[in-house]
């Protein structure tokens, strides 16, 4: 928060929220519906984390990862896991999800006792950080902006 204090004149808060050991890409909003759409799980907003991991992720666990499987009696699956880059580093995972689970990424590898030792969301519905550095922030394009209000105009399921 301290980090966009002066940029606005409105009250802006988080959408969802990263745990303190994760970087990446946070949205602030003072819409209270875009929070909502961006948050629930049900609208299905896609998440991608670069995750890098303490061990070399074997593809056992990679395809039960993409399978699902329970995890704490809910039952928890990827949209898609891949090795980052030409998969030779095994310790880097990209990971998609729609899931807004508190502390999904690490409690899934956790699950199969590996350890994250980076955590970086890199998208969110619709948003990239590309040519954006750590520590600094932009105001949405219009384009941008009119995305999310599709998203957030979506029916109540």
């Not at 409105?10 to 946070?26: F, I, K, Q, S, W």
């Not at 061990?55 to 666990?61: A, G, P, R, T, Y």
């Amino acid at each position: 928060m301290s980090l966009i204090e002066n940029a606005c004149k409105e009250r802006v808060y988080p959408v969802g929220r990263l745990d303190r050991n994760t970087t990446g890409l946070l949205l602030f909003t003072n819409d209270g519906t875009v929070t909502k759409k961006l948050t629930h799980p049900r609208y299905g907003v896609k998440k991608i984390y670069h995750v890098i991991l303490d061990k070399q992720l074997n593809k056992k666990d990679l395809q039960n990862i993409l399978n699902g499987f329970r995890l704490e009696n809910e039952f928890v699956r990827a949209d898609s896991l891949e090795y980052v880059g030409d998969g030779k580093d095994r310790k880097q995972i990209g990971i998609t999800l729609h899931s807004g689970q508190n502390r999904i990424v690490r409690r899934i590898f956790e699950h199969f006792d590996y350890k994250v030792v980076k955590l970086d969301r890199v998208y969110y519905a619709g948003l990239t950080k590309k040519n954006l550095p750590r520590g600094h922030w932009r105001f949405l394009e219009e384009n941008e902006i009119n995305s999310l209000k599709m998203i957030s105009s979506a029916p109540d399921v």
